[in-house]
């Protein structure tokens, strides 16, 4: 599905205002789009929480090789 328009602007704002801009830990590159807001599940040392709380993390998919790095979405806007 990937972000609208207004979460991707969201996105670029908060990278910028947080200098973010680092190259392609797989690549070297630092051409990213983001991808979707996904939540994790919590693991708790020995089983997963299904229903538990989740962290909403967002995408950022690296351009040329397809690295994927995460960030967490709330403190972006784009999840609460
Ligand atoms: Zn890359």
């Given amino acids: 599905m990937g972000l609208d328009e207004l979460q ?3 996105l670029n704002n908060w990278m910028s205002a947080k200098s973010v801009c ?3 830990p797989a690549c ?4 990213w789009t983001g991808g979707d807001v996904i939540a994790g599940t919590v693991w708790s040392g020995s089983a997963m ?3 538990g ?3 909403p993390m ?5 351009d040329n090789c397809a690295y994927v790095m995460l ?3 709330v403190p ?5």
């Fill in 22 to 24: 680092a190259g392609c």
């Fill in 71 to 73: 960030f967490a979405a």
């Fill in 49 to 51: 929480q299904i229903g």
């Fill in 58 to 62: 967002v995408q950022l998919i690296c």
């Fill in 8 to 10: 991707q602007k969201k």
């Fill in 28 to 31: 070297g590159l630092n051409h």
């Fill in 53 to 55: 709380p989740m962290v």
């Fill in 76 to 80: 972006i806007g784009l999840a609460s």
